[in-house]
Structures are given as C-alpha cells and as structure tokens.
C-alpha cells in the first residue's frame, strides 16, 4: 500500500525544474506533499483531494490524477532552498471510514549553484 | 509558538529500558498522530487518536508500544522493553479534521544501545 515515489533523487541546477512523481494502488482519497530537511520534521506543501483542482503555491504545484491514482509535483526555476527530500502521503480508505496517511520512500532533490 | 512540540528532542537509553514520549499539538485540533521514521524511509504510520480515543494503530505496533491521550490534548507514547530496532526518530502530528493538513511536530530521536 506504500506509495511509489520517482526518481528516487535528482540533482539540478539553480533555474531548473523538476518534476516528482507519486502513484499508488489504492484509491485515493487525497495526496499530501512533504519537503523534510536533514534532520527537521517534515514541512507541509500542499494536499490535493479527491474532486479537487490542482493547488500550487509559488513556483512550486502539484496535480492528482484520480482515474490513474497518480500524483505529481512540480518545481519550477528551482532555488537552492528546494533542497532536501519531497514525500508523497497518500490518504486511503482503510476500513469503515478509517484513514491513514501512507507516505512513499522519498525524493532527495539537490540544488546546486 | 503554537505548533506542534515534542519532548524529549532526544533520548538515549540501554536496552531494555522502557521510554515515555510526550506530544503537545496545535491546541484546536483533535486529531493526533504518531509516525516512527528510520534513516531513508518516509514516516511510518503507528496511531492516531481523534480527541481522547485511539482509532486505529498499524500492525507495526508491538505489544510493547502503548499511546493515550488522557483528556484530548496532549499525548504519550511508551515503549516498554526497548530493543535496538526500535532507534528512530518518533514523529507526532495533529490535524483539525479529516483529509486536512496534518502538521508534524520536531520528532524525538531515539538511540537505543
């Protein structure tokens, strides 16, 4: 039920854009985004819900594809601040009603000057 | 601040030992959650309580794992007998309702030797 996360780490350049990819085999009831520093907590991103549009905030969106189960998120005009490791959490139905928030592997992303 | 806050940051204890965590959310959200995360991987879910009743726990929780949430505020997390395998960082999370943000507290880093 883990959440496939893509590439599993991407190294860019200030100014690129990258595109991280999340799917899974359940049907979803919503897709959180998480960028989590070396040895921080996880920081919040974005949650996209079943029904809703694509959210994005900054240079930084996202988009859920419910037929697919698939989720993407998207940097654009990378900063060195965009470093650090990006999880998908996906929100499922575990049973009468029940959700739990199934998170992937990680993306490590590293920006470099 | 009013974030979620953990306590201790860090705790290093001998095999065997049992430790107590405790958790303090965001002071109007009654759903609370308790992740474990190793080093590489995303945070694994364990519980999660909404106020003061523990709706579900993860098949990853031994016997020797127990959380409450006395009055629907803050939270413990105990693991009696602790064993090597249980070093992790211990996150906490809270959210005001479901399919919302949940927010991750700064983790306790466990070292058991």
């Known amino acids: 039920q883990q959440p496939v996360q893509s590439p599993q780490a991407v190294i860019l350049r200030e100014g690129e854009d990258a595109v991280i990819n999340c799917s899974s085999s359940k049907a979803l009831y919503s897709v959180h985004w998480y960028r989590q520093k070396h040895g921080e907590a996880p920081v919040f991103l974005m949650i996209l819900l079943k029904g809703g549009e694509q959210k994005g905030h900054e240079k930084i969106s996202a988009s859920f594809n419910e037929k697919k189960q698939q989720s993407s998120l998207y940097l654009t005009a990378s900063q060195l601040s965009y470093s650090g490791t990006y999880f998908c959490?996906?929100?499922?139905?575990?049973?009468?009603?029940?959700?739990?928030?199934?998170f992937g592997k990680g993306t490590k992303l590293s920006v470099i000057p | 601040d009013t974030g979620v806050s953990q306590d201790p940051r860090h705790k290093i204890t001998k095999r065997g030992q049992n430790v107590t965590f405790r958790c303090d959310p965001i002071s109007e959200h009654n759903r609370l959650y308790w992740y474990r995360q190793t080093l590489g991987q995303g945070p694994e879910f364990l519980t999660y309580f909404q106020n003061e009743a523990q709706l579900e726990k993860s098949r990853l929780l031994s016997d020797r794992f127990s959380a409450e949430r006395p009055k629907g505020s803050f939270s413990t997390l105990e693991i009696q007998r602790t064993e090597q395998g249980d070093s992790a960082m211990y996150l906490c999370a809270s959210s005001a309702i479901l399919g919302e943000t949940q927010y991750f507290g700064p983790g306790t880093r466990l070292l058991v030797l």
């Open positions: 959490g996906t929100e499922w139905d575990s049973g009468a009603g029940s959700y739990q928030l199934t």
